[in-house]
């Protein structure tokens, strides 16, 4: 085993993976990566299956050192990096020598970066099944200056290289399709044709918890009811009207109005989406939902087809280029 | 896949819904990623990879919901009984309390330990417990203003609920005093003391019991 030396966060870093599953009766949220797909292809491009932690870098900036080799990728939100001062590639698998500094620098595109490493992952203490941190909730630490994170080295490069994924987050507006449900039919007619109607954008209050939706203000006349679980991409209005896209750390009970759920790659793009882009809502109905999560699932699966190359140590050039 | 009822919250309720949860779950297996109930709400989190949606409606369709056999909506005798020192000290609200209850202190700390509480959920934070219902006279409202800091182990009240901070956080509760017992653990199974549908009871200690108990002030 050896570590990566973190010597620079400039916001926020996180080691998350697929999420804690089981634990919402302990009030124990879900976690796991913002960007679950990005995560995913990283985990691809180094041979690891999609369980394994990966380093989410919110907003970009992070500096470390490579304690050993190892293979690398860089996925999600599209970013400035150099491996010992060279310009390194997104979306594929880069071989890193012992001893190597990285350097994820300021984003182009996206919010969220993934840094995945050969050999299963980082090899962090597992807390109830996952290495994902929730830092208000205090289960597990965000990486500072200092940290080493450990991971097991591996000499064999690797190649493998997919092309990018085909969307961008600024399109715009940004549709946000949702399976509505929950509180819609106490819900007025009226707020429901104004969520589908209105002029929303992202805000600038965002975080792992949750991301608010400036623009038109969202009245439900839903009033006095008990606290209930919470689902991933649940639309919430509170008392205010401003809608809350709740995300990867959202608390598990809450007793505001839900107007229905984001789709969820329509929820993950959301989490890359910079504040300013602007959103609509879209209702679709069960069996749309159901058809566009599979066309999902395919669309995943054939970016991720095609067969790691492994090579032989004389060929490593190849995969040093 | 969320369900709902319009049968008010009560503890036959509670088990119902974590009855539902346990057959759904030796039902699906693998299939049912996570589940959680709410005070009259149950949710699951279904894998649809591996189960189909026509087919579990259907089967939950042909299931009635209630409660395993006969559950006492009052508590024969308490599941957990929590030690709480009950103190100005570490209690901020319990003269404020018991101004405008216009109980003397120790009244408003006989009422809160007089009776067994149901634990209807849990959220807000991981091990926290919301227990219900307290004598209708120490129902207040939250603070106008949450505290922005309130100690681990703090045991506090608000409208029907009462609750113990598993762990130091924002809070707007009235404070009443502190429990010395450790809640909430990561690295147990399950990591929460409380679960949902035990019963719980509060019982006085003094300032020495509560620091020999391992309470920090």
Redesign the interface.
């Known amino acids: 085993m050896t570590s990566l030396l973190i010597t620079q966060v400039n916001f926020s870093a996180t080691l998350q993976d697929a999420g804690r599953a089981g634990y919402l009766m302990d009030g124990i949220t879900c976690g796991g990566a913002m960007d679950g797909f990005a995560h995913r292809l990283g985990q691809k491009l180094v041979g690891n299956p999609p369980t394994s932690a990966s380093i989410e870098v919110a907003l970009g900036g992070l500096k470390a050192t490579f304690g050993d080799c190892a293979n690398i990728a860089l996925t999600g939100a599209r970013c400035q990096a150099n491996l010992n001062n060279q310009p390194i590639a997104q979306d594929r698998t880069v071989t890193v020598p012992a001893g190597a500094k990285l350097d994820i620098g300021g984003l182009s595109l996206g919010t969220y970066v993934y840094l995945s490493v050969s050999g299963g992952g980082f090899q962090t203490n597992k807390l109830l099944g996952s290495r994902s941190v929730v830092v208000r909730d205090g289960i597990g630490q965000p990486l500072t200056a200092g940290a080493a994170v450990p991971y097991k080295s591996m000499s064999t490069p690797l190649l493998y290289v997919h092309a990018p994924p085909s969307e961008s987050t600024n399109e715009k507006p940004l549709e946000l399709r949702y399976l509505p449900g929950f509180h819609k039919d106490q819900a007025t007619t009226q707020s429901i044709n104004l969520l589908e109607s209105g002029c929303f954008s992202v805000s600038n209050r965002r975080d792992r918890m949750a991301i608010a939706i400036d623009g038109d203000k969202v009245e439900t006349g839903v009033t006095g009811q008990w606290s209930e679980p919470t689902v991933a991409g649940a639309i919430q209005i509170p008392p205010d009207g401003r809608p809350l896209i709740l995300m990867a750390d959202r608390q598990t009970v809450g007793g505001y109005p839900i107007m229905g759920a984001l789709l969820s790659p329509d929820w993950r793009r959301l989490s890359q989406a910079t504040p300013g882009t602007p959103v609509v809502f879209r209702s679709v109905s069960e069996s749309q939902a159901e058809q566009i999560l599979w066309l999902e699932r395919n669309y995943e699966h054939e970016l991720t087809l095609g067969t790691q190359i492994r090579l032989p140590p004389k060929a490593r050039h190849v995969a040093h280029e | 896949m969320?369900g709902?009822t319009d049968t008010p919250?009560s503890p036959a309720l509670t088990h119902a819904l974590l009855a539902l949860v346990a057959d759904v779950r030796q039902e699906l297996g693998s299939a049912l990623?996570?589940?959680?109930?709410?005070?009259?709400?149950?949710?699951l989190?279904i894998d649809?990879?591996k189960v189909q949606?026509a087919q579990l409606l259907s089967w939950l369709s042909g299931r009635e919901l209630s409660p395993p056999g006969s559950t006492p909506d009052v508590a024969v005798k308490p599941d957990i009984t929590l030690p709480v020192y009950y103190h100005p000290e570490v209690g901020p609200d319990l003269e404020s309390l018991s101004q405008s209850t216009g109980l003397s202190t120790t009244e408003v700390i006989q009422l809160h330990c007089s009776r067994c509480y149901f634990a209807y959920?849990?959220?807000?934070?991981?091990?926290?417990?919301?227990l219900g219902n307290l004598d209708a006279r120490l129902q207040y409202p939250r603070l106008s203003t949450p505290r922005p800091k309130v100690a681990a182990g703090s045991v506090a009240i608000a409208e029907q609920q009462t609750a113990v901070y598993p762990?130091s956080s924002p809070g707007g509760w009235h404070i009443l005093g502190r429990c010395p017992t450790p809640l909430f653990d990561?690295?147990q199974?399950?990591?929460?003391t409380l679960?949902?549908g035990h019963w719980v009871q509060f019982t006085p200690i003094s300032r020495q019991e509560f620091l020999k108990l391992g309470g920090l002030l």
């Open positions: 969320r709902a919250p990623i996570d589940a959680a109930i709410g005070y009259n709400t149950v949710l989190i649809f990879t949606r959920a849990t959220g807000f934070a991981p091990g926290f417990c919301y762990r990561l690295t199974e399950p990591p929460g679960q949902i």
